[in-house]
Nanobody, 123 residues
Framework: QVQLVESGGGLVQAGGSLRLSCAASGRTFSTDTMGWFRQVPGLEREFVAAIMWSGGWTYYADSVKGRFTISRDNGKKTVFLQMNSLKPEDTAVYYC????????????????WGQGTQVTVSS
């Protein structure tokens, strides 16, 4: 079991920045990939970004490429999502997730999920 706790969400004006954190604990050695997803009420959860615990692999959704940066601190078992140039359409609940599969962005392959943190971008 892997436990994930997100933090850092909030309300920000368009053009502003937020930094989300995801602290992992438990059997983190069983996971290769960490991801961020987001969900708006009534819509499906969508992929945002992913990173592997080792190596330099990262992947971004086209909608956030160039604005968001995913990074990690292996010693603290924490993953970050730096969100810059935020837009109202980035408003969603953001979830951190862990997958055993290396280099994946498929939602179905992420078995462990955090409780989510709300990000609201005002226009």
């Amino acid at each position: 079991q892997v436990q994930l706790v997100e933090s850092g969400g909030g309300l920000v004006q368009a053009g502003g920045s937020l930094r989300l954190s995801c602290a992992a604990s438990g059997r983190t050695f069983s996971t290769d990939t960490m991801g961020w997803f987001r969900q708006v009420p009534g819509l499906e959860r969508e992929f945002v970004a992913a990173i592997m615990w080792s190596g330099g692999w990262t992947y971004y959704a086209d909608s956030v490429k160039g604005r968001f940066t995913i990074s990690r601190d292996n010693g603290k078992k924490t993953v970050f999502l730096q969100m810059n140039s935020l837009k109202p359409e980035d408003t969603a609940v953001y979830y951190c997730a862990a997958a055993m599969a290396p280099g994946t962005r498929r939602l179905t392959e992420f078995a462990s999920w955090g409780q989510g943190t709300q990000v609201t971008v005002s226009s």
